[in-house]
């Protein structure tokens, strides 16, 4: 009995804490949209970015304003939606493909630098915090085991 106890308590405090970091998660990515909605040329150039024409800030406000805003929505709706953790556990996969994507270039071309690098490292941390808290059972399934 206190062991079923003890292990709904700690399952509480995971999906709670969980879901107060999908909701950072998805504030956080809101605010970068919206700063490169604002000011893309400054961001761009802090990304070591240089977009150039229409195509250049197109693709620009694709990945920074659309993958972004898209990225929130979904960790957004994951902290809503505690009862179907496969909706974080695709939230933590869209974090985490930046670090990854940056770690695999760092291969031909090194690691970020700067400003950058902490960013990496912050969506590194929040990504597998994130697929850590996940509710018990497997990862990326539709729900937790009982």
């Given at each position: 009995?206190?062991?079923?106890?003890?292990?709904?308590?700690?399952?509480?405090?995971?999906?709670?804490?969980?879901?107060?970091?999908?909701?950072?998660?998805?504030?956080?990515?809101?605010?970068?949209?919206?700063?490169?909605?604002?000011?893309?040329?400054?961001?761009?150039?802090?990304?070591?970015?240089?977009?150039?024409?229409?195509?250049?800030y197109s693709q620009f406000y694709a990945l920074y304003v659309g993958v972004r805003l898209a990225t929130a929505g979904l960790a957004l709706l994951a902290a809503r939606q505690g009862d179907q953790p496969i909706l974080g556990d695709l939230a933590a996969l869209f974090i985490l493909a930046q670090p990854v994507g940056r770690f695999v270039a760092a291969f031909a071309i090194g690691l970020p630098q700067g400003l950058l690098f902490v960013v990496s490292g912050i969506e590194l941390a929040v990504g597998l915090a994130l697929i850590g808290l996940r509710p018990q059972g497997r990862f990326l399934s539709i729900r937790p085991s009982p």
């Open positions: 009995m206190a062991v079923s106890i003890a292990r709904i308590a700690s399952s509480t405090w995971r999906a709670r804490l969980r879901g107060q970091l999908l909701s950072v998660a998805a504030s956080a990515q809101s605010l970068a949209a919206l700063a490169a909605l604002l000011d893309p040329d400054r961001v761009a150039d802090a990304m070591g970015l240089f977009p150039v024409g229409v195509n250049g």
